[in-house]
C-alpha cells in the first residue's frame, strides 16, 4: 500500500504567498471609494460653476436649455470616468499587490461600489446632505424618472392626457346669454352635450335632441337653430378629440425615445466607468522590492 501524495512545504509556503498577493483588501477599496467620490464632486462643482458663468441673465443671448442638457450629461459622464480611474488606481495602490489582475480587479471592484453608494445617494433622502454635488446623474435620473411618467399618462386615454374637449363647448354654453334660468338651463345644456359626444352611438340621435331641447332653453332659441349649434359643437368636440389623439400619440414616441437614450447613455456610460476603473487599477499596482543582500538594503 502506497502512501498519499505528501504536500511538500514549498508548495504550501507557494499557495499561502499566492493568497495573500491575490487577496482583496477592503480598507484599500473604501479608500479608493472616497477618493472616487470625492473627485466627482469636485469636477461636478466645477461643471456648475462653469455652467452658471456661462449664463448672463441681463441678455438673451445664451444657449439653449438643450445645450446645456447634453454638455451637462457630457460633462457629468466624463467626470465619471475621471472619477473612477481615480478611485481604481487608489484603490490598488494602496492594497499593495503587485499583480496587475489583482490591482484590476481591486479598481473595478472600488467602481462598484462607488456606483452603489451615488445610486443610495440619489435614490434616498440621504442624498439631500450631499447638495448638487451629483446634480448631473440626478438630473438624467429625474428626467427619466419623469418621462416614463409621461409614457404611462399617455397611455391612458387621450382626453385625460391633454385638455378636455368639452371644455370649449362648456365655457361656450354657459357664456351665451338668455332664457329664465340661465344657471340651471345652462347646467342641463352642458350635461345633455356631453352625454351627446360621450354616450353610446345606439342612443346618440335621441341625446342630440334633449341636449337640442336643452341649448334652445339655455340660449332661448329655436330648436332647429340649437339642433345646428349642437351639431356644431359635436364636430368641434371630435375635431379637439383627435388633435389631443395625435398630441398624447406624439408625446408617448417623443418620451419612449428620451427613456431609451437616457438608458442607453447610462449604460454605455457606466461601462466605460469600469473600464476605467478596471486600467486604473492595473496602473496602480506596485513594483515587487527585492532585497539584494542581508544588509537589508533594496536594489
Known sequence: MTDPIAVRDTD????????VVNKISWGAVFAGVALALAVQFLLNLLGVGIGAAVIDPATADNPNPSTFSIAGGLWFVVSGIVAAFVGGYVASRVSGSPNKATGSYHGLISWAVTTLVVLYLLTTSVGTLVGGAFSGLSSIVGGV?????????AAAP?????V?????????????????????????????MRAVVTGD???????????????????????EQARTQVQQYEESYRASFERAKQQATEA????ATVVSSGALLGFVSLVIGAVAAWFGGASGTTRTVVPTNTTGRVG
Open 252 to 255: 408617448a414616441d417623443t418620451a
Open 12 to 19: 504550501v509556503d507557494d499557495l499561502s504567498a499566492n493568497a
Open 201 to 223: 352611438e345606439a342612443t346618440a340621435e335621441e341625446a342630440r335632441n334633449r341636449a337640442a331641447e336643452a341649448v334652445a332653453r339655455a340660449q332661448n332659441i329655436s330648436v
Open 164 to 192: 378636455d374637449p368639452m371644455a370649449d363647448i362648456e365655457r361656450q354654453i354657459r357664456s351665451a346669454t338668455g332664457g329664465n334660468d340661465p344657471a340651471v338651463l345652462r347646467d342641463a345644456a352642458v350635461a345633455a
Open 158 to 162: 387621450a382626453v385625460a392626457s391633454s
Open 145 to 153: 424618472g419623469k418621462t416614463a411618467a409621461t409614457v404611462t399618462t
